[in-house]
Structures are given as structure tokens and as C-alpha cells.
């Protein structure tokens, strides 16, 4: 029973990481969807997610919800300039240039926040406050709660606004084929802001839920969960919103269990194992569809 | 009679120098060596405005005396940027200027880099910080703070005796010297004690997530909880045990000093037992004391690299006085007779391996503020 009790324990923390994760990741699959290339600075939004809340909340004392509110605007505003002031002129330009500067934005946006903050780390209280919960000798925290209750709210809402939205349509479609797309009438530059905005506003959310949890404010606290979720959106299958959602939390998962079972050193090395193998048997990434190039 | 005059002027200026020079002091220079610029700058600094306190205040009361001649105390400082291969150099600069006694190196490895030829002049050698044992391996060196392992013992000894705390979990940082250093001596001592560690969680530096360990932990029938380790972490490693509904007491290492300034609900950490060499935050007459006078000079709280210089200074002026001499040789014979009253022991006493011996103080947090534990 204790035994029960403690895997049970495990798989809520797994389920916990990983749903920030899968969040991130959303942002990630999203922007290579449609922009076809791997945003670095994706990570570093999480983090002015988190400065901005501190902002709104500690400095301004704004009301939490007005404060959730305008840090997603923030993070969203954020992200399409980045896209316009960083990425668009490259458009064209080689993959690699696109990558070089989706890296030298995220420390930009580091070392911003690094000047304006100091290097300190900044105490910030929780916004959240929602008691635990027991449940048959389990103690659920209130966070923990809270994050699966918003992260299923946002991957629902999501499916539903690509499935049943004209704009969501013209998001697949532009990651279709950008050119047909175009000819089809749909505005492109106008669809890769919005996926953009969605990109940053989601990480805002997790921005949110993770300095809820850890509660410390530091120039760098983006880095460690923007890479686990880009390895996370490259286990799901980049390019693939189901597959973002589940590679997160299957990431979340194992890092848990192995954590709590194999060996805390060892951890980041299964997660890494697990991605490598998963890519030698499916080049694409759990759910991701190989695309054939017709030559 | 304009001779006379003159000659009784001259005689009395005469009498007034000689007077004067028998009461004048003469100068005992303490050579210190420590990073005062690169990444470990903030220990170097710490120890240079203490040790600067503590001569202020030696010098204020009369400096010292030895047989009948009055000393002032100099301290004449060189940066060695915790180098290996600065701190040769900074220590000949300091026996150019005619250094006394050293006080250093601050850290470790500069430390060790001077010893063998601190021990070819012969010259008292005092390490206010410099943890590791090889830092007094020769009979001229000396070191007053702790090494990292004798705080894991004093709290392995406090937890299973004091306590009667039998079942132990640890969290440590596998990937930090301090912490896994603590870590391995404190576990070795519980079983010789006849504790038992149920749970030896490791992390590593800038982890955030503890939730896995502290689960792991939960399942397991530890008593209380040993985290060897820096505030940061602590912080995090509180936090969430309390989301998990754990309510096991913590124990800490002197990495511990500054949670209170870290954490966002200070009942967090309520009731957390740590030990400390020097805890600023303390009401003790000695202490305040010492708070005040460097927060007035320097616009900081004193860490405990601070408080060690400022009793390696006493320890210095114990030994000039225990001697009778200033001469190294002198007082380094007279340094296993000394017994000091200091910041972060009293008193402190030095065995014969030159390691200072004094009671490892344990802090608590009640009521939201750092107090000793009675």
C-alpha cells in the first residue's frame, strides 16, 4: 500500500512538471509548425512571464486576475515583436542564421532582465493560494491541482481553436505549405504573429505556474524548463500539437519516476536516453508524421 | 644664559622624544592575504573589514601589550583573486612590508599554495576560512573556522544525542564539495552513533525540483531531515515538503545563514535547526557589538567570513600576549596555551594539528528571526 501510495505521489509530481512542460512545448511544435524554425528565446519568455507577474503583482499591487491578464498581453506583445523585429527579416535567410539569432534574443532577453532585476534571486510569494487536498491518503497540493486544472482547460481550448476557428485553419494551413497558402488568400505574416502571441501567451501561463511553484525570480530560471520542453516537443514530435502535449508530460513522468526510483544523478541522462532511443526508432517524434519530400 | 636656555630646551625637547617614543607603539604588521577582486572578491573583502574591525577596536582600547612595549596593529593586505599562482606572490608582498604574522589565505587552494613556504620562514600562519586540511598540515599554520566535516559530525552528534533523533533523511548536493563533504561525515557519524539514515537523497546545483526526493523521503519512516546545504536551496527544498504535507523538523548546515531573506513565508522554515560559526542576526551583547561597528563602517552585515577575521585578529593579539614576544617562533609555541573570546566561539582553543576547538552553535528560527539554540 505505502508502495502504491508513494508511485501515486510520483506520477502527481510527474503530471505536475510535465504539464509546464507540455505548456512550453505547445510553443515550441507551434512556432516550428508554422515559422519552421526552433525559437530559443521560447524558454526566455517564461521567464519575463514570471518578472512581469512579479511587476503587476509586488510592485503595482494590482488584483491577481488583472495581473494574470496583463502578463499574458505582456508576454504575447513580447513575442510578436521578437518575430517582427528578429525573425521576419530573416525569413528567407539560411536556417542556421534564424537559429544563431533565436539564441543571441535569448540572452538578450537574459541579460535584460539580468540589468533591469540585478542578479539577486527575488523572493516572490505564490499568487495561487488554493488549499491541498487529501484524497484515500494521497495530499494533492492546491498547486498541483491548479496546474492540471489549467493546463487541461488550455490544451482543450487550443484543439478547439485550430480545429474550429477560420484563424486556426489558416495556422495548419500556412504550416502546410506557406505558398499555397498565400495563394489561398491567407494573410501569412498576419498568421505567424498570432501563432506567435499564442506561442508566448501559453508560456506566460506556465511562466506563471512555475514561479508559483518555485517562488524564486532569477534571470535565468527559463533555461533549464525551455530546453526539457523543447526535448519534449522533439519526443512528441515537433510540429505536432497532440504530440507537445504528450511529450511533455511523458517527460514529466520519467524524470519523477526516475528520480524517485533510479537515481536522482542519473535522471537528466534517462530523459536524454529516452529521447535519443525514441529518435533512432521514430525519426519524427512519438506522434509526428514524416513528411515525405517530393522531389 | 641664552646657552642655558637653549640647552634646558634641548634637554626638555630630549626628554619629550624619549618619553614619547616609550609611549608610542610600535607596529605589529598582520599580512593578509584574500581575494579582494574575481569571483570570490565577496569572502577576500569580508575578512579584510573584519579583520579591519577587530584591529580598529584592539588599537582604540590601547592596543597590545607585550612585556613593556605597546604594539598597534597594521594590517597590510595583498589580493591574490583566490589564485594558486597570485597568492606566492601576494605573500612576498606582505613580508616585504614587513608582515609580522599572515592571516590567510582566505580560500583553500591560495592557501595551500603559500604553506610550504610560510613554514621555511617560520612565520605564525593563520587561516581565518580555509576549510580544507591540508591549509595547517605544518606546525606553523593555524586555521579558526570549522572544517566542512566537523560541522557535519557536531550535527550528527546533536541530532542522534541531544535530540534522540534515530531514523535520519539526508538531502545534499551530490555536485558541491561543501555540501557532499558535510554529507559523508555526517551519515558516517550517525551509524557510529547508532542512528540510521533511511533516505540519502542527492541533487545538484540549480536544481529547483525536490519533489521527487522529498515523496521519496515522505514514504520512507525518517524522523527529521538533514539538508547540508546553501539557503537557496534550502528555500526550495522547505517550500515544498510543506506542499507536500510533510511535517518532519529540518536541520541544516551554516549554508543555512540567510534563508530567512529568501524564503516568502518565513513559517516555512519555522523551527529549522542549523549550525553556524556566526549568525549576525543574533541578540548577543558580543555580537551587536561587532554587527554595529562593521555595518557603520562598511554599510553591510558581517558574514561569517567577516567574524572569523575579526577573531583571528584576537587570536593574533592572544598569542602576542600569551608569548611575551612577537617573534613567530614564540608565539606559534604559545598558540596551543591561548584561549580567545570571540565572534564565532568562546572560548577558542587550538588543538595540536593548529585546528581551532570550540563549540559548534546551533541556530534556530523562532518567530520568524535567527536565535541561538539554548
Redesign the interface.
Given at each position: 500500500m505505502a508502495l502504491i501510495t508513494s508511485i501515486l505521489e510520483q506520477l502527481l509530481n510527474g503530471l505536475r512538471i510535465g504539464s509546464v512542460y507540455a505548456l512550453i512545448a505547445l510553443g515550441y511544435t507551434m512556432v516550428y509548425g508554422i515559422a519552421k524554425m526552433i525559437n530559443f528565446a521560447h524558454g526566455d519568455i517564461i521567464m519575463v512571464g514570471a518578472y512581469a507577474l512579479y511587476v503587476y503583482v509586488s510592485l503595482l499591487k494590482l488584483p491577481p486576475v488583472l495581473a494574470v491578464i496583463l502578463t499574458i498581453i505582456t508576454c504575447s506583445v513580447i513575442g510578436i515583436t521578437i518575430e517582427k523585429v528578429a525573425y521576419k527579416p530573416l525569413r528567407k535567410a539560411q536556417p542556421l542564421a534564424v537559429l544563431i539569432t533565436a539564441i543571441g534574443v535569448s540572452y538578450l532577453l537574459q541579460n535584460l532582465s539580468l540589468l533591469i532585476f540585478k542578479a539577486t534571486p527575488i523572493p516572490f510569494g505564490s499568487i495561487i493560494k488554493v488549499p491541498s487536498v487529501k484524497l484515500a491518503g494521497l495530499n494533492i497540493s492546491g498547486l498541483t491541482i491548479v496546474t492540471l486544472v489549467v493546463t487541461v482547460a488550455v490544451m482543450v481550448g487550443l484543439t478547439l481553436f485550430i480545429n474550429r476557428t477560420r484563424m486556426g485553419h489558416a495556422m495548419l494551413a500556412v504550416s502546410e505549405d506557406k505558398g499555397a497558402a498565400e495563394l489561398m488568400g491567407i494573410n501569412v505574416n498576419r498568421t505567424i504573429s498570432v501563432t506567435f502571441a499564442i506561442g508566448s501567451a501559453l508560456a506566460a501561463v506556465a511562466g506563471i505556474l512555475y514561479i508559483s511553484q518555485y517562488e524564486t525570480l532569477l534571470p535565468t530560471l527559463g533555461a533549464l524548463p525551455g530546453i526539457k520542453a523543447f526535448v519534449a516537443a522533439v519526443l512528441g514530435g515537433i510540429g505536432s500539437i497532440p504530440g507537445a502535449m504528450f511529450g511533455g508530460i511523458i517527460l514529466g513522468i520519467i524524470e519523477s519516476m526516475s528520480k524517485a526510483y533510479i537515481s536522482t544523478q542519473l535522471s537528466d541522462a534517462i530523459v536524454f536516453s529516452v529521447l535519443v532511443v525514441v529518435l533512432l526508432v521514430k525519426p519524427s517524434g512519438i506522434l509526428g508524421k514524416l513528411k515525405a519530400e517530393k522531389v | 644664559m641664552k646657552r642655558t636656555a637653549k640647552v634646558i630646551s634641548m634637554a626638555l625637547a630630549a626628554t619629550m622624544v624619549f618619553s614619547t617614543s616609550a609611549m608610542a607603539a610600535e607596529t605589529f604588521i598582520i599580512g593578509g592575504i584574500g581575494p579582494t577582486t574575481g569571483a570570490a572578491a565577496s569572502y577576500g573583502t569580508s575578512v579584510k573589514q573584519g579583520a579591519e574591525i577587530a584591529i580598529a577596536e584592539i588599537n582604540g582600547a590601547g592596543g597590545v601589550t607585550v612585556g613593556d612595549t605597546t604594539y598597534e596593529l597594521a594590517l597590510e593586505w595583498a589580493d591574490d583573486e583566490a589564485s594558486e599562482d597570485k597568492a606566492p606572490q601576494a605573500y612576498n608582498t606582505v613580508m616585504d612590508a614587513g608582515a609580522n604574522a599572515i592571516m590567510g589565505c582566505v580560500t583553500s587552494g591560495a592557501c595551500i599554495a603559500i604553506t610550504s613556504q610560510t613554514y621555511q620562514d617560520g612565520i605564525l600562519q593563520i587561516t581565518p576560512s580555509g576549510s580544507a586540511e591540508g591549509c595547517i598540515e605544518n606546525d606553523n599554520a593555524f586555521r579558526i573556522c570549522f572544517s566542512d566535516p566537523e560541522q557535519g559530525v557536531a550535527m550528527a552528534d546533536y541530532m542522534v544525542e541531544t535530540m534522540g533523533i534515530s531514523k535520519i533523511a539526508v538531502i545534499y548536493n551530490?555536485a558541491d564539495e561543501y555540501s557532499s563533504g558535510i554529507q559523508e561525515a555526517f551519515e558516517a557519524e550517525v551509524a557510529a552513533k547508532g542512528g540510521e539514515i533511511v533516505a540519502s537523497?542527492?541533487?545538484?546545483t540549480?536544481d529547483?525540483?525536490f519533489?521527487?526526493?522529498l515523496?521519496?523521503i515522505?514514504?520512507t519512516d525518517a524522523e527529521a531531515i538533514y539538508v547540508p546545504a546553501y539557503y537557496?536551496d534550502a528555500?526550495?527544498i522547505t517550500?515544498q515538503a510543506g506542499?507536500?504535507?510533510m511535517s518532519l523538523p529540518f536541520y541544516g548546515s551554516d549554508g543555512w545563514d540567510g534563508v530567512l531573506?529568501?524564503?516568502?513565508?518565513a513559517s516555512t522554515v519555522e523551527g529549522v535547526i542549523f549550525t553556524s560559526p556566526f549568525c549576525a542576526s543574533v541578540e548577543d551583547e558580543k555580537v551587536v557589538a561587532f554587527v554595529s561597528a562593521y555595518e557603520e563602517a562598511y554599510g553591510a552585515t558581517p558574514d561569517q567570513f567577516a567574524a572569523d577575521a575579526y577573531d583571528c585578529v584576537y587570536t593574533f593579539k592572544a598569542a602576542m600576549e600569551q608569548a611575551g614576544s612577537i617573534e613567530s617562533e614564540d608565539m606559534i609555541a604559545a598558540m596551543p596555551e591561548i584561549s580567545v573570546s570571540g565572534q564565532t566561539g568562546d572560548p577558542i582553543t587550538f588543538d595540536a594539528a593548529g585546528a581551532a576547538v570550540k563549540d559548534v552553535k546551533f541556530v534556530t528560527i523562532k518567530d520568524g528571526a535567527y536565535t541561538f539554540v539554548e
Amino acid at each position: 500500500m505505502a508502495l502504491i501510495t508513494s508511485i501515486l505521489e510520483q506520477l502527481l509530481n510527474g503530471l505536475r512538471i510535465g504539464s509546464v512542460y507540455a505548456l512550453i512545448a505547445l510553443g515550441y511544435t507551434m512556432v516550428y509548425g508554422i515559422a519552421k524554425m526552433i525559437n530559443f528565446a521560447h524558454g526566455d519568455i517564461i521567464m519575463v512571464g514570471a518578472y512581469a507577474l512579479y511587476v503587476y503583482v509586488s510592485l503595482l499591487k494590482l488584483p491577481p486576475v488583472l495581473a494574470v491578464i496583463l502578463t499574458i498581453i505582456t508576454c504575447s506583445v513580447i513575442g510578436i515583436t521578437i518575430e517582427k523585429v528578429a525573425y521576419k527579416p530573416l525569413r528567407k535567410a539560411q536556417p542556421l542564421a534564424v537559429l544563431i539569432t533565436a539564441i543571441g534574443v535569448s540572452y538578450l532577453l537574459q541579460n535584460l532582465s539580468l540589468l533591469i532585476f540585478k542578479a539577486t534571486p527575488i523572493p516572490f510569494g505564490s499568487i495561487i493560494k488554493v488549499p491541498s487536498v487529501k484524497l484515500a491518503g494521497l495530499n494533492i497540493s492546491g498547486l498541483t491541482i491548479v496546474t492540471l486544472v489549467v493546463t487541461v482547460a488550455v490544451m482543450v481550448g487550443l484543439t478547439l481553436f485550430i480545429n474550429r476557428t477560420r484563424m486556426g485553419h489558416a495556422m495548419l494551413a500556412v504550416s502546410e505549405d506557406k505558398g499555397a497558402a498565400e495563394l489561398m488568400g491567407i494573410n501569412v505574416n498576419r498568421t505567424i504573429s498570432v501563432t506567435f502571441a499564442i506561442g508566448s501567451a501559453l508560456a506566460a501561463v506556465a511562466g506563471i505556474l512555475y514561479i508559483s511553484q518555485y517562488e524564486t525570480l532569477l534571470p535565468t530560471l527559463g533555461a533549464l524548463p525551455g530546453i526539457k520542453a523543447f526535448v519534449a516537443a522533439v519526443l512528441g514530435g515537433i510540429g505536432s500539437i497532440p504530440g507537445a502535449m504528450f511529450g511533455g508530460i511523458i517527460l514529466g513522468i520519467i524524470e519523477s519516476m526516475s528520480k524517485a526510483y533510479i537515481s536522482t544523478q542519473l535522471s537528466d541522462a534517462i530523459v536524454f536516453s529516452v529521447l535519443v532511443v525514441v529518435l533512432l526508432v521514430k525519426p519524427s517524434g512519438i506522434l509526428g508524421k514524416l513528411k515525405a519530400e517530393k522531389v | 644664559m641664552k646657552r642655558t636656555a637653549k640647552v634646558i630646551s634641548m634637554a626638555l625637547a630630549a626628554t619629550m622624544v624619549f618619553s614619547t617614543s616609550a609611549m608610542a607603539a610600535e607596529t605589529f604588521i598582520i599580512g593578509g592575504i584574500g581575494p579582494t577582486t574575481g569571483a570570490a572578491a565577496s569572502y577576500g573583502t569580508s575578512v579584510k573589514q573584519g579583520a579591519e574591525i577587530a584591529i580598529a577596536e584592539i588599537n582604540g582600547a590601547g592596543g597590545v601589550t607585550v612585556g613593556d612595549t605597546t604594539y598597534e596593529l597594521a594590517l597590510e593586505w595583498a589580493d591574490d583573486e583566490a589564485s594558486e599562482d597570485k597568492a606566492p606572490q601576494a605573500y612576498n608582498t606582505v613580508m616585504d612590508a614587513g608582515a609580522n604574522a599572515i592571516m590567510g589565505c582566505v580560500t583553500s587552494g591560495a592557501c595551500i599554495a603559500i604553506t610550504s613556504q610560510t613554514y621555511q620562514d617560520g612565520i605564525l600562519q593563520i587561516t581565518p576560512s580555509g576549510s580544507a586540511e591540508g591549509c595547517i598540515e605544518n606546525d606553523n599554520a593555524f586555521r579558526i573556522c570549522f572544517s566542512d566535516p566537523e560541522q557535519g559530525v557536531a550535527m550528527a552528534d546533536y541530532m542522534v544525542e541531544t535530540m534522540g533523533i534515530s531514523k535520519i533523511a539526508v538531502i545534499y548536493n551530490v555536485a558541491d564539495e561543501y555540501s557532499s563533504g558535510i554529507q559523508e561525515a555526517f551519515e558516517a557519524e550517525v551509524a557510529a552513533k547508532g542512528g540510521e539514515i533511511v533516505a540519502s537523497e542527492a541533487f545538484q546545483t540549480n536544481d529547483v525540483d525536490f519533489n521527487a526526493q522529498l515523496t521519496s523521503i515522505k514514504n520512507t519512516d525518517a524522523e527529521a531531515i538533514y539538508v547540508p546545504a546553501y539557503y537557496q536551496d534550502a528555500t526550495y527544498i522547505t517550500k515544498q515538503a510543506g506542499e507536500l504535507g510533510m511535517s518532519l523538523p529540518f536541520y541544516g548546515s551554516d549554508g543555512w545563514d540567510g534563508v530567512l531573506g529568501t524564503v516568502t513565508d518565513a513559517s516555512t522554515v519555522e523551527g529549522v535547526i542549523f549550525t553556524s560559526p556566526f549568525c549576525a542576526s543574533v541578540e548577543d551583547e558580543k555580537v551587536v557589538a561587532f554587527v554595529s561597528a562593521y555595518e557603520e563602517a562598511y554599510g553591510a552585515t558581517p558574514d561569517q567570513f567577516a567574524a572569523d577575521a575579526y577573531d583571528c585578529v584576537y587570536t593574533f593579539k592572544a598569542a602576542m600576549e600569551q608569548a611575551g614576544s612577537i617573534e613567530s617562533e614564540d608565539m606559534i609555541a604559545a598558540m596551543p596555551e591561548i584561549s580567545v573570546s570571540g565572534q564565532t566561539g568562546d572560548p577558542i582553543t587550538f588543538d595540536a594539528a593548529g585546528a581551532a576547538v570550540k563549540d559548534v552553535k546551533f541556530v534556530t528560527i523562532k518567530d520568524g528571526a535567527y536565535t541561538f539554540v539554548e
